[in-house]
Every structure is written in C-alpha cells, then in structure tokens.
C-alpha cells in the first residue's frame, strides 16, 4: 500500500526545534523529490521545503530558510524536516508529497513545482499538527 504518513509534530515554545518526519511505504522513496507543505487555519496550503530525488538539491520557502532544514534517509524510507527557532507564524498542520505525483486510495497526490508551488491539489495525507506558543 503506497502511503505517505507524517509525523513529529507537537507543541513548543517560540524558538524551539521540532524534528518531523515523513515515513513512506509501498514505493521506492529514491525515485522521488519530496516536499513539505503546511496549512494555516483559514490560510492556502504553502511549500515549504523540496529535497531533491538525489538528495543533492533543496528549495526552502524565504519564510523558514536558515531555520529549517530537508534532508532524507531513503534506506529507512523517512524524509525529514528539522525546524529550529520556531515562530508563531510556523503554526500550522505539515504534509509531505512525492514529486512526481502519487496515485493513493483516494486519488492522485498533489503536482507541484520545483519551488513548491501547488501547481495542481490532489489527496494529502492527514499531516502532523505544529503550535508553536509564546
């Protein structure tokens, strides 16, 4: 069963660090760049980082660059995204998407550009929720 499950989120105080984590299954991880996202309440999905398939490029949004950090591990099947000096503003619910996209059980996953632009929304995992707190 092809999965993306992510998770690691939690709640932290402002300039805390959280570790998420991207677990995939039912696919060959090494094939495929992969992408964090994030929804607000009441605010559009945005990319956040983009790892390369090769692990030799990424993309952050200006929003977290020098704060957070994309890296994967495709023996263990996991992308990672290491966030430090956490704001409010990073408040939100955090997904992971494969690029190209993915054909889950309830339809194809999201296509979006090499700078994390949604180019077209699909079927997003349930996410990991992130609060950061003053």
């Known amino acids: 069963q092809v999965q993306l499950v992510e998770s690691g989120g939690g709640l932290v105080q402002l300039g805390g660090a959280l570790r998420l984590s991207c677990t995939t299954n039912g696919f060959n991880t090494s094939y495929y760049a992969i992408g964090w996202f994030r929804q607000a309440p009441g605010k559009e999905r945005e990319g956040v980082a983009r790892?390369?398939?090769?692990?030799?490029?990424?993309y952050y949004a200006d929003s977290v660059k020098g704060r957070f950090t994309i890296s994967r591990d495709d023996l263990k099947r996991m992308v990672y995204l290491q966030m430090n000096t956490l704001k409010a503003e990073d408040t939100a619910v955090y997904f992971c998407?494969?690029?190209?996209?993915?054909?889950?059980?309830?339809?194809?996953?999201?296509?979006?550009?090499?700078?994390?632009?949604?180019?077209?929304?699909?079927?997003w995992g349930q996410g990991t929720q992130v609060t950061v707190s003053s």
């Open positions: 790892i390369s398939a090769s692990g030799s490029d990424t």
């Open positions: 998407a494969t690029d190209p996209p993915m054909l889950l059980d309830d339809g194809w996953t999201a296509r979006f550009a090499p700078d994390c632009r949604i180019l077209r929304d699909g079927s």
